[in-house]
Structures are given as C-alpha cells and as structure tokens.
C-alpha cells in the first residue's frame, strides 16, 4: 500500500515536472508490468504442467490397476482350468445312473 501511494505521488509530480521524467517513470510502469506479466505466466505454464504430470500420474496408476486386475482375471481363469482338467465333471448320463441306483445318502 505504501509503495503504490508512494508511486502515485511520484507520478504526479512527474507530471507537473518537464516531459522526460513522465516518459521514465511510464517506461518503468511498463517494465514492471511486463514483468508482472511475465511471473504471471510463468505461475499459469508451472500450474498447467503441474495439472498434467497429475493427470498422467492418475492415468498411469488406473492403467497400472487395470493390468492388475487383467492379471487376476486371468490367473482365476487358469486355477479354473486346471482344476477342471484335474477332475472334470461327469457327463450328465453318469449322474443319472448314480443318483437313481438304490439309497442315495439321506
């Protein structure tokens, strides 16, 4: 707050004084914003990089966790397999006899 006052004091003097401080004082206004400028887009491209390594981080952990679960699947679907090779089911015709042959378990 003290500097802008402190500013606007300046410009009014300048403007009261001769033509060639005005000219100064508006050229450093102009270097100062411009640079304020400058840091303001630095902050935008830091915040937007920062905004797509996230985002890339974010896809790169689903992908991770898609493959994962991919790798589940595939290994449940193999356990599956094996145990069916190991002890396949009874074609229906088997079952049939068995159950209908006496006693049964009760």
Do not use: N
Request: hydrophobic share 30%; no cysteine; proline share 3%.
């Amino acid at each position: 707050m003290k500097s802008q006052a402190i500013i606007r004091a300046a410009l009014a003097a300048a403007m009261l004084l001769p033509g060639g401080f005005v000219t100064i004082a508006s050229a450093q206004d102009l270097d100062r914003d411009r640079d304020q400028l400058k840091t303001q887009q630095q902050l935008l491209d830091k915040d937007k990089l920062q905004t797509k390594d996230q985002l890339r981080t974010k896809d790169m952990w689903k992908d991770k966790d898609q493959l994962k679960e991919q790798e589940r699947t595939r290994e449940r679907e193999r356990t599956r397999e094996h145990m069916q090779m190991e002890r396949p089911d009874k074609p229906q015709h088997e079952r049939a006899e068995r159950g209908g042959s006496g006693g049964g378990r009760h």
